[in-house]
């Protein structure tokens, strides 16, 4: 069989890995659409093949000022960096502007490395001081990028804001996540835990021909699979933390 290359296709390589057709699977299709959604969410939040880095730029309007926030595309999932503003301290008569200039010229001398290394680190210390950085806060469920500033004086309408963040991946854009050997995995042991939970209910029975049921089995075979998964995942594919803020 080819490998899986849309949702259908993974569904049903997962019920031919359980046995399908030979044995009945005894798992709702309702069932199998819920796991496979779990699964593609776990593969989202912890697995780097998942997500993208992405570079976005938005366009201000008045109702960006006037709310104080931009709205980021849906599947965004963090976001590390908002791009400082340029504030105007190029403008020979503005404080920060004289201070930065006088501080330059006094520190002039032979124009070593040394010396133009130190002039840099220094003047980047006075432009974190005279144009720190903006306190930003992205929330996932509305979508809502925050910008700590007094968004009237320091941006325009018409302007550009530039964000970094993290952008899930979609599997019918990108139809090779279907075939990922740990996703596949892990919809089948979440489906097989889910047949097993199915059959738990009618554990002890005895059916025509000696055959017993046996789903607490089945449960608890799928349960340390599916944990042996999720700690690989985590273990060497997860993103390091501090790649997700905001």
Known sequence: MASPAS???LKDYVLRRLGHPVIDINVEDSQVED?????????AEYHFDGVERVYNKHLITDTDISNGYITVPDG??????????DEG?????????????????????????????QTRSYINML??????????RFHRVTNRLYIDMKWSEIV???EYIVYEGWKILDPNTYPEIYDDRLLKEYVTALVKRQWGQNLSKFDGIQLPGGVTFNGGEIYSQ????VKKIEEEVELKYELPTDFFTG
């Open 222 to 225: 799928a349960d340390e699979e």
């Open 35 to 43: 796991r496979l959604d779990d699964a593609l969410q776990f593969f």
């Open 156 to 158: 325009n309408a018409g």
């Open 127 to 136: 432009n974190d001081m005279l144009n720190p950085e903006r306190m930003t």
């Open 89 to 117: 301290t190029t403008n020979m008569f503005d404080v920060r502007y004289q201070m930065a200039l006088n501080d330059f010229f006094d520190m002039s001398g032979s124009g070593s490395v040394q010396e133009y290394a």
């Open 76 to 85: 965004v999932m963090s976001v590390i960096q908002v791009y400082r503003f």
């Open 7 to 9: 949702r259908q296709d």
